[in-house]
DNA sequence: CAATTGAGCGTGATATTATAACAGATGTTA
DNA sequence: TAACATCTGTTATAATATCACGCTCAATTG
């Protein structure tokens, strides 16, 4: 899949988010730091300046467990975006919740209004898993 | 609701512990660190091996959209803890998932297996809600 | 008993993550 | 033109978290 990469950003927050995508992983600020010193890019604020923009247009996502920022690859934003990241070989796989999922509805049933969530689940991928059962000799 | 202060916890984690408990709302490690001068406790260190202990144990949990820190109000560690974070008046209501959420049926799907899970709600609680609209003229 | 082990302790230093503050450049609007 | 908003590069600093050392104490074990 190819992640659409919009004409009107700056030069910083292109060169950011194409290295986010290019990468296809979660980055540290500072792991993208190190990634672009070449580019230009030489303090943590132009970074984390790029980064906020990016995060404001949900071209990427922060992921708090992680203190880490991922290139966003889904669409709708009106759903709660969910990730499970694999901390095994840290793929993260992004999904969405339905609206109707069992979380609003707790939030509903308490009257809580729901502006924003976070939800990293961390585990094991499919993919990992059989690795690992391999291993194990199974 | 009083919260179970366990017998077999260390000076320093009890402290801490207390700490968390008699606040009744997140804090960083470095609020705690202030709180907790004078009862002896000088170091960052000192501060994040007791929450290590403790949250290790489930006597809290760490709120990662706060970098902050809570006496847990539970029982139940088998199923997926959740967190409404009132961004008003910066009250956390904590909740459980369904063992069959939307979220667990998600990752099944994909085969991926949870081994913890994070999930923090930002928004506004039912109370601050009616404030605000108090505010408003509603 | 002595030896070992493991957990926690206090301390100083350091690593990692993130923001503040300031001044210059650029484009847009009035 | 002037006012403005945004982005820029830079230096410095704040906020969060861990490492490494040597010490004590209690439990285990040979």
Known sequence: M?????????????????????AGRAMTAYQLLDELRDTGLRAPAQIYRALSVLARRDLIHRIESLNAFV?????????????????????IWEFT?????????????????INSAIVELHGRC?????????WLGH
Not at 7 to 21: G, M, R, S
Not at 76 to 89: G, L
């Open 97 to 113: 919740l339905p609206r109707d999922s069992s979380l609003n509805a707790k939030a509903d049933s308490k009257g809580f209004t």
């Open 2 to 22: 190819t992640i659409a990469m919009p004409e009107d950003l700056t030069h910083n927050q292109a060169i950011v988010l194409d290295c986010l995508i290019e």
């Open 71 to 91: 290139a966003c690859r889904h669409g709708d934003h009106s759903e709660i975006v969910a990730f499970a990241i694999c901390d095994d070989c840290r793929t």
């Open 126 to 134: 499919a993919e990992c898993k059989e690795t690992r059962k391999q």
